[in-house]
């Protein structure tokens, strides 16, 4: 079983930018499919983006294409997602996620190690 801990959410206004980590502790991390996810309140939880075990593919949801970027530092074990431009309706538990297999985009099942979420409120 992996543990992954996220960080960095905060109160923010729109049009403001965070970066959320998730650090995990995978003994071989470079065999995992990375994604993030999101839980606004009283909806279901969605998929935002995903990256591929050498950080070479990466996908986005199309309500964060061009303002969410993901990425991942290997030698850290960390995954990052930079959020920019923020708007109220990013608001929500963000999550980070890890599966084994085959690159897959933005597939979102499979995912079988999940963190605690980052708490993320956009302000208006």
């Known amino acids: 079983q992996v543990q992954l801990v996220e960080s960095g959410g905060r109160l923010v206004q729109a049009g403001g930018s965070l970066r959320l980590s998730c650090t995990t502790s995978a003994r071989t991390f470079t065999n995992y499919n990375m994604g993030w996810f999101r839980q606004p309140p009283g909806k279901e939880r969605e998929v935002v983006a995903a990256?591929?075990?050498?950080?070479?593919?990466?996908a986005y949801a199309d309500s964060v294409k061009g303002r969410f970027t993901i990425s991942r530092d290997n030698t850290k074990n960390t995954i990052y997602l930079q959020m920019n431009n923020l708007k109220p309706e990013d608001t929500a538990v963000y999550y980070c996620?890890?599966?084994?297999?085959?690159?897959?985009?933005?597939?979102?099942?499979?995912?079988?190690?999940w963190g605690q979420g980052t708490q993320v409120t956009v302000s208006s």
């Open positions: 990256i591929s075990r050498s950080g070479g593919s990466t």
């Open positions: 996620a890890a599966r084994l297999g085959l690159w897959a985009g933005l597939q979102s099942s499979d995912y079988d190690n």
